[in-house]
T-cell receptor, first 110, second 115 residues
Protein backbone atom coordinates (compact mmCIF):
# COMPACT_ATOMS: atom_id res chain seq x y z
CA UNK A 1 0.00 0.00 0.00
CA UNK A 2 1.27 3.46 -0.90
CA UNK A 3 2.47 5.56 2.03
CA UNK A 4 3.57 9.16 2.36
CA UNK A 5 5.07 10.24 5.69
CA UNK A 6 6.07 13.77 6.64
CA UNK A 7 8.33 14.90 9.42
CA UNK A 8 8.48 16.71 11.69
CA UNK A 9 4.78 17.14 12.49
CA UNK A 10 5.45 20.65 13.71
CA UNK A 11 8.40 23.00 13.44
CA UNK A 12 9.02 26.34 15.05
CA UNK A 13 11.72 28.58 13.57
CA UNK A 14 13.02 32.03 14.29
CA UNK A 15 12.89 34.43 11.37
CA UNK A 16 15.99 33.85 9.26
CA UNK A 17 16.65 30.35 10.68
CA UNK A 18 16.85 27.97 7.71
CA UNK A 19 15.60 24.38 7.93
CA UNK A 20 14.21 21.45 5.94
CA UNK A 21 10.98 19.51 5.94
CA UNK A 22 11.02 15.84 5.04
CA UNK A 23 8.59 13.76 2.97
CA UNK A 24 9.37 10.07 2.66
CA UNK A 25 7.33 7.92 0.33
CA UNK A 26 6.76 4.25 -0.38
CA UNK A 27 4.69 4.01 -3.53
CA UNK A 28 4.29 1.72 -6.48
CA UNK A 29 5.88 3.57 -9.35
CA UNK A 30 6.19 7.24 -8.48
CA UNK A 31 4.95 9.46 -11.30
CA UNK A 32 5.22 12.76 -9.47
CA UNK A 33 5.80 14.26 -6.02
CA UNK A 34 3.80 17.37 -5.18
CA UNK A 35 4.23 20.05 -2.52
CA UNK A 36 1.32 22.18 -1.37
CA UNK A 37 1.01 24.96 1.18
CA UNK A 38 -2.12 25.25 3.32
CA UNK A 39 -3.00 28.31 5.38
CA UNK A 40 -5.49 28.02 8.26
CA UNK A 41 -9.08 27.85 7.03
CA UNK A 42 -8.05 27.60 3.39
CA UNK A 43 -7.53 24.91 0.80
CA UNK A 44 -4.09 23.63 -0.16
CA UNK A 45 -2.23 25.77 -2.69
CA UNK A 46 0.16 24.22 -5.20
CA UNK A 47 3.89 24.89 -4.84
CA UNK A 48 5.95 22.35 -6.83
CA UNK A 49 5.92 19.11 -8.77
CA UNK A 50 9.02 16.90 -8.99
CA UNK A 51 9.16 13.98 -11.37
CA UNK A 52 12.55 12.31 -11.11
CA UNK A 53 15.32 11.76 -8.58
CA UNK A 54 17.82 14.59 -8.61
CA UNK A 55 15.28 17.17 -9.72
CA UNK A 56 15.14 20.49 -7.85
CA UNK A 57 12.71 23.39 -8.04
CA UNK A 58 12.85 26.80 -6.38
CA UNK A 59 10.39 29.53 -5.57
CA UNK A 60 11.46 32.50 -3.48
CA UNK A 61 12.74 31.10 -0.16
CA UNK A 62 11.62 27.54 -0.90
CA UNK A 63 13.51 24.79 -2.68
CA UNK A 64 12.18 21.28 -3.22
CA UNK A 65 14.41 18.30 -3.96
CA UNK A 66 13.70 14.66 -4.74
CA UNK A 67 15.54 11.39 -4.20
CA UNK A 68 14.35 7.84 -4.83
CA UNK A 69 12.91 7.57 -1.32
CA UNK A 70 12.17 11.07 -0.11
CA UNK A 71 11.70 14.71 -0.88
CA UNK A 72 12.87 17.73 1.05
CA UNK A 73 11.44 21.21 1.21
CA UNK A 74 14.25 23.55 2.17
CA UNK A 75 13.28 26.91 3.62
CA UNK A 76 16.03 29.51 3.51
CA UNK A 77 15.87 32.55 5.80
CA UNK A 78 12.15 32.13 6.47
CA UNK A 79 9.82 35.01 7.25
CA UNK A 80 6.69 34.98 9.44
CA UNK A 81 4.54 34.90 6.30
CA UNK A 82 5.99 31.46 5.51
CA UNK A 83 4.06 30.09 8.50
CA UNK A 84 1.64 27.48 7.18
CA UNK A 85 1.15 23.74 6.91
CA UNK A 86 3.18 22.17 4.13
CA UNK A 87 1.78 19.05 2.52
CA UNK A 88 3.44 16.62 0.19
CA UNK A 89 1.58 14.19 -2.03
CA UNK A 90 2.53 11.35 -4.33
CA UNK A 91 1.08 10.42 -7.68
CA UNK A 92 1.75 6.76 -8.39
CA UNK A 93 0.87 3.97 -10.76
CA UNK A 94 -1.53 2.50 -8.20
CA UNK A 95 -4.26 5.10 -8.50
CA UNK A 96 -5.79 8.18 -9.98
CA UNK A 97 -5.71 10.37 -6.87
CA UNK A 98 -2.89 12.10 -5.05
CA UNK A 99 -1.90 10.41 -1.78
CA UNK A 100 -1.17 13.10 0.81
CA UNK A 101 1.01 13.05 3.89
CA UNK A 102 -0.33 14.52 7.13
CA UNK A 103 1.71 17.68 6.74
CA UNK A 104 4.26 19.72 8.66
CA UNK A 105 2.94 22.72 10.53
CA UNK A 106 5.54 25.48 10.32
CA UNK A 107 5.57 28.52 12.59
CA UNK A 108 8.09 31.29 11.94
CA UNK A 109 8.41 33.83 14.72
CA UNK A 110 9.85 37.35 14.37
CA UNK B 1 -9.68 32.96 -5.23
CA UNK B 2 -8.67 29.58 -6.68
CA UNK B 3 -11.63 29.39 -9.06
CA UNK B 4 -13.07 26.33 -7.27
CA UNK B 5 -16.20 27.26 -5.35
CA UNK B 6 -17.52 25.27 -2.42
CA UNK B 7 -20.73 25.81 -0.50
CA UNK B 8 -21.59 26.00 2.31
CA UNK B 9 -18.44 27.19 4.10
CA UNK B 10 -19.71 26.03 7.48
CA UNK B 11 -22.39 23.56 8.42
CA UNK B 12 -23.55 22.43 11.85
CA UNK B 13 -25.93 19.52 12.10
CA UNK B 14 -26.98 16.67 14.37
CA UNK B 15 -26.13 12.98 14.35
CA UNK B 16 -28.31 10.95 12.03
CA UNK B 17 -28.93 13.84 9.65
CA UNK B 18 -28.07 14.17 5.98
CA UNK B 19 -26.21 17.04 4.30
CA UNK B 20 -25.16 17.96 0.78
CA UNK B 21 -21.94 19.77 -0.05
CA UNK B 22 -21.59 21.48 -3.40
CA UNK B 23 -18.59 22.18 -5.58
CA UNK B 24 -18.17 24.16 -8.81
CA UNK B 25 -14.87 23.36 -10.49
CA UNK B 26 -12.53 25.85 -12.13
CA UNK B 27 -13.69 26.87 -15.57
CA UNK B 28 -12.59 24.28 -18.14
CA UNK B 29 -11.69 21.58 -15.61
CA UNK B 30 -13.43 18.25 -16.17
CA UNK B 31 -12.26 16.39 -13.06
CA UNK B 32 -13.58 16.88 -9.55
CA UNK B 33 -12.01 15.26 -6.50
CA UNK B 34 -13.42 15.13 -2.99
CA UNK B 35 -11.11 14.94 0.03
CA UNK B 36 -11.81 14.77 3.75
CA UNK B 37 -9.40 16.44 6.17
CA UNK B 38 -9.43 15.70 9.87
CA UNK B 39 -6.79 16.52 12.49
CA UNK B 40 -5.63 12.95 12.98
CA UNK B 41 -5.97 11.58 9.43
CA UNK B 42 -4.81 14.39 7.21
CA UNK B 43 -6.21 14.71 3.68
CA UNK B 44 -8.00 11.51 2.71
CA UNK B 45 -9.18 10.94 -0.85
CA UNK B 46 -12.87 10.09 -1.10
CA UNK B 47 -13.93 9.99 -4.74
CA UNK B 48 -13.19 11.40 -8.21
CA UNK B 49 -15.46 12.23 -11.12
CA UNK B 50 -14.35 12.98 -14.65
CA UNK B 51 -16.77 14.56 -17.10
CA UNK B 52 -19.79 13.15 -15.28
CA UNK B 53 -18.47 9.64 -14.72
CA UNK B 54 -17.04 8.16 -11.54
CA UNK B 55 -13.32 7.59 -12.15
CA UNK B 56 -11.82 6.50 -8.83
CA UNK B 57 -12.88 5.69 -5.29
CA UNK B 58 -10.87 6.06 -2.14
CA UNK B 59 -11.84 5.59 1.49
CA UNK B 60 -15.43 6.68 1.00
CA UNK B 61 -17.99 5.30 3.42
CA UNK B 62 -21.16 3.66 2.11
CA UNK B 63 -23.13 6.42 3.87
CA UNK B 64 -21.46 8.93 1.54
CA UNK B 65 -22.20 9.36 -2.14
CA UNK B 66 -21.37 11.85 -4.84
CA UNK B 67 -22.27 12.80 -8.37
CA UNK B 68 -21.15 15.17 -11.08
CA UNK B 69 -23.79 16.92 -13.14
CA UNK B 70 -23.76 17.83 -16.86
CA UNK B 71 -22.65 21.38 -16.02
CA UNK B 72 -19.69 19.71 -14.20
CA UNK B 73 -20.56 20.86 -10.71
CA UNK B 74 -20.47 18.12 -8.12
CA UNK B 75 -22.30 17.30 -4.93
CA UNK B 76 -21.15 15.16 -2.02
CA UNK B 77 -24.00 13.67 0.02
CA UNK B 78 -23.32 12.59 3.58
CA UNK B 79 -26.06 10.67 5.37
CA UNK B 80 -26.69 9.08 8.78
CA UNK B 81 -24.08 11.46 10.11
CA UNK B 82 -21.90 10.47 13.05
CA UNK B 83 -19.73 12.58 15.34
CA UNK B 84 -16.66 11.23 13.58
CA UNK B 85 -17.78 12.73 10.28
CA UNK B 86 -16.96 16.19 11.59
CA UNK B 87 -14.16 17.41 9.32
CA UNK B 88 -13.18 19.76 6.55
CA UNK B 89 -14.35 18.55 3.15
CA UNK B 90 -12.39 19.81 0.18
CA UNK B 91 -13.18 19.73 -3.47
CA UNK B 92 -10.39 19.99 -6.03
CA UNK B 93 -10.50 20.17 -9.79
CA UNK B 94 -8.10 19.51 -12.65
CA UNK B 95 -8.20 19.39 -16.40
CA UNK B 96 -7.15 15.77 -16.62
CA UNK B 97 -8.67 12.46 -15.62
CA UNK B 98 -5.53 11.61 -13.71
CA UNK B 99 -4.52 13.73 -10.71
CA UNK B 100 -0.81 13.76 -11.40
CA UNK B 101 -1.15 14.83 -14.99
CA UNK B 102 -2.32 18.28 -13.92
CA UNK B 103 -2.09 20.29 -10.74
CA UNK B 104 -5.08 19.97 -8.44
CA UNK B 105 -6.73 23.28 -7.61
CA UNK B 106 -8.51 23.19 -4.27
CA UNK B 107 -11.51 25.09 -3.03
CA UNK B 108 -11.66 26.74 0.39
CA UNK B 109 -13.48 23.77 1.90
CA UNK B 110 -16.71 23.10 3.76
CA UNK B 111 -16.38 22.69 7.51
CA UNK B 112 -18.89 20.15 8.83
CA UNK B 113 -19.61 19.90 12.53
CA UNK B 114 -21.82 17.06 13.73
CA UNK B 115 -23.22 17.49 17.24
Amino acid sequence: EDQVTQSPEALRLQEGESSSLNCSYTVSGLRGLFWYRQDPGKGPEFLFTLYSAGEEKEKERLKATLTKKESFLHITAPKPEDSATYLCAADSNSGYALNFGKGTSLLVTP
Amino acid sequence: DSGVTQTPKHLITATGQRVTLRCSPRSGDLSVYWYQQSLDQGLQFLIQYYNGEERAKGNILERFSAQQFPDLHSELNLSSLELGDSALYFCASSGSGRAGANVLTFGAGSRLTVL
